[in-house]
């Protein structure tokens, strides 16, 4: 899916207006805050990702974007060492899995409509499995993974977007799919 304002669709979530400024009702509290990433906290057990695991995340994917923002939980191991080298990774199909059933139909919308929403400039939307080399794509969850242009989002905010998608899951039933926010170009 492709960030165009051709798109039209309502979120779920609740809007109206406070001072002028449009407000959104977070899908896992209820709670309504300005539709800006300031109102909206990630929850504290998530991870907030650091500069090193921005650099390390996505190791033996041949493109190495920089990660932004996951749901997963860590710990993430880095390769240390002097014959350290990252596993090498390969992009996968979805598959056979629910998300598939309702991500056209509605799912996929919310969540370009979210990301419109809270002012992302993001540039990709794309379902996929992220395996490890030789391992079958049914051991690597199925990613809601998002692209943005480099240093257009900080950890911080990242961290709050992609808990504000996951809430946007768990209404579908969705909680073994992960959401990933990751630095990317869109070439023309």
């Given amino acids: 899916m492709s960030n165009d304002d051709g798109q039209h669709s309502s979120i779920s979530c609740a809007h109206s207006t406070n001072s002028g400024r449009p407000t959104i009702t977070d899908p896992i509290t209820g709670i309504e805050g300005l ?56 992009l996968r199909g979805l598959g056979n899995h629910p998300l598939a059933d309702v991500w056209d139909d509605n799912l996929g919308v919310e969540i370009f409509q979210l990301l419109k929403f809270v002012h992302i ?22 990613i809601v993974w998002i692209g943005v242009a480099p240093s257009s989002l900080s950890f911080e905010e990242g961290g709050r977007v992609v808990h504000m998608c996951r809430g946007v899951l768990d209404r579908y039933n969705m909680q073994d799919v992960e959401v990933e926010i990751r630095e990317s170009i869109r070439w023309p």
């Fill in 121 to 142: 400039k993001w540039n990709s939307l794309d379902i996929v499995r992220i395996a490890n080399e030789g391992e079958p794509s049914s051991s690597a969850p199925p």
């Fill in 35 to 90: 539709a800006s990433l300031d109102s909206n906290s990630a929850p504290p057990d998530q991870v907030t990702v650091t500069e090193e695991l921005s650099k390390t995340y996505y190791s033996g994917l041949p493109s190495r974007p920089r990660l932004i923002a996951t749901t997963k939980r860590g710990p993430f191991p880095t390769p240390t060492g002097s014959d350290a080298y990252p596993v090498g990774k390969e």
